[in-house]
C-alpha cells in the first residue's frame, strides 16, 4: 500500500484503511501516531505494509524529485526483506535459521550484519545479568511465541526445565576478526525478535540517509526511527499508548526528531488460560512469562536495534528493576506501571532531558 499525501485531518495513526483494522486486531501495535494540522505542509510520500509478522510504515518528507510512493516501497521491503534473510527465525532459510540448526561447537562463521545483532543481545545479556537473553528461543517457542502456532497452553513443568537447559547466554561465546560465534552447546537456538524490527528501522532509515533524504520516519510495530521534522516542519509526534489490549488510548505523545524509541509491552502479544495472562516476554531464570506490574516500557536512545532491545531488557527485568537499570544506566525510559486498576507512567531521570518537551494528551500535564 502506498500513497502521496497532503492530507489535513487532527490524528493520524500511521496505518489506514484496511491496514489500520488488520493493525489494531492483530497481537502487534505501532506505537506511532503523529498529529497533521491544516496549514500548509511539505510534501510527503507515506508507504506502508506487512513485515516480520507485524506492520511497517514509512514516511519521507520532501522527497528527492523523481522517488516515487511505487519506488520508495519496493525499497523498503527489500531492505527489510534482507534482514529476515539474516536474522529471522521466521524464515527456516534465514542466516540465523541455518546457524540455529548448526549442532557444531566449533567457531562458526558468520555474516557481520548478523554478528551486530548477536553481540548487541549479548551486551544487553550482560547489562541485565541475563534477564535479556537471545538464547531464551527454545523457552519462547514452547510457550507458542515462536515460528510456530500458538497452542494456547502452558506447557508441562518438565517441558520447561528441558527447555531451560537449552537457555543461557553465557554458552554463547563471540569472536570479531572475523566475525564468529562459538556454542558451547550443539542445541543452542538464538532468538533475535527482540532486536528484530529495531535493526528494520534501522536499516531502512539508513537506506533513505543514502538516498539524500533528511526528513523521514520509520515504524517496524513498536520501534521507530525519525530524522528530522515532519511536513508541518516540527518533530514527528510519536505515541505512547496505554497498555491495554484490545484498546487504543494514547498515554502520552513524545516530540522525537533524529533519534530512535521502542515501546514493549505484555498487552498486545500474550494468550489467556483460566484467567491468567501470558505474555511473550519470558524470564530466563524462571523459564516462563514476566509476572509484574510493569504495562509497557518504551526507551529512547540513537539507534533503533538498541531501544527495541534495552525496551524488551526492561519488560522482563519488571517494575522495580527496570527503572533501576534506567536510572543507574543513565536510559531515557518511560514506564506505565499498573497500580491496582489505575495506570502509572513516569520517565528516568533522563527521559524528560531526551523529550524536553513531552506533552500529554488531554490536557493532563
Ligand atoms: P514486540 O514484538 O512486541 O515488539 P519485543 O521487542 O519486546 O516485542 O520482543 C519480544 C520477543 O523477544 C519475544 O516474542 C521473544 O521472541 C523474544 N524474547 C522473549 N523473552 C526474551 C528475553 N528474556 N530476552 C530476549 N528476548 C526475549
Ligand atoms: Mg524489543
Not at 558468520?110 to 544487553?124: C, D, K
Request: some cysteine; glycine content about 10%; charged content about 20%.
Amino acid at each position: 500500500m502506498s500513497r502521496n499525501q497532503s492530507a489535513c485531518s487532527r490524528l493520524q495513526h500511521p496505518a489506514h484503511g484496511i491496514l489500520a483494522r488488520r493493525l489494531a486486531q492483530s497481537a502487534f501495535m505501532l506505537a506511532a501516531i503523529w498529529l497533521v494540522g491544516c496549514e500548509r505542509e511539505a510534501p510527503l510520500i507515506e508507504v506502508e505494509g506487512p513485515t516480520m509478522g507485524t506492520y511497517y510504515s514509512v514516511k519521507v518528507v520532501n522527497a528527492p524529485a523523481g522517488l516515487t510512493a511505487q519506488t520508495l516501497q519496493h525499497e523498503v521491503e527489500s531492505t527489510l526483506n534482507q534482514v529476515i534473510s539474516e536474522i529471522s527465525t521466521y524464515d527456516p532459510n534465514s542466516e540465523l535459521s541455518r546457524l540455529n540448526r548448526n549442532p557444531s561447537t566449533d567457531w562458526i562463521p558468520v555474516s557481520s550484519n548478523l554478528f551486530e545483532v548477536i553481540a548487541e543481545g549479548q551486551r544487553i545479556a550482560a547489562l541485565t545479568d541475563g534477564a535479556f537473553d537471545v538464547t531464551v528461543g527454545p523457552l519462547v517457542n514452547l510457550w507458542g511465541f515462536g515460528p510456530e502456532a500458538k497452542t494456547g497452553e502452558p506447557p508441562t513443568p518438565e517441558a520447561i526445565q528441558a527447555a531451560l537447559a537449552r537457555v543461557g547466554w553465557k554458552n554463547l561465546e563471540l569472536r570479531t576478526e572475523p566475525p564468529a560465534i562459538r556454542k558451547t552447546r550443539g542445541d543452542l537456538y538464538i532468538d533475535l525478535s527482540a532486536l528484530g524490527e529495531g535493526v528494520g528501522a534501522d536499516r531502512v532509515s539508513a537506506m533513505l540517509d543514502a538516498q539524500g533524504i533528511r526528513h523521514d520516519m520509520v515504524a517496524v510495530a513498536g520501534t521507530i526511527r525519525a530524522k528530522g521534522y515532519n511536513a508541518k516542519g516540527q518533530p514527528w509526534s510519536i505515541a505512547i499508548e496505554e497498555p491495554l489490549p484490545d484498546q487504543r488510548i494514547v498515554h502520552r505523545i513524545v516530540p522525537v526528531s533524529d533519534r530512535a524509541i521502542s515501546t514493549s509491552g505484555d498487552y498486545r502479544n500474550f494468550f489467556e488460560k483460566d484467567g491468567k495472562r501470558y505474555s511473550h516476554e519470558i524470564d530466563p531464570k524462571t523459564g516462563s512469562p514476566i509476572e509484574s506490574h510493569l504495562g509497557s516500557a518504551t526507551v529512547m536512545g540513537d539507534r533503533a536495534m538498541v531501544v527495541d532491545g534495552l525496551a524488551t531488557a526492561l519488560m522482563v527485568l519488571g517494575d522495580k528493576r527496570g527503572p533501576a537499570l534506567a536510572a543507574d544506566q543513565g536510559l531515557a525510559a518511560y514506564f506505565i506501571v499498573r497500580d491496582g486498576t489505575t495506570l502509572r507512567g513516569f520517565g528516568s531521570p533522563n527521559f524528560g532531558n531526551d523529550t524536553v518537551s513531552a506533552i500529554r494528551q488531554n490536557g493532563n500535564p
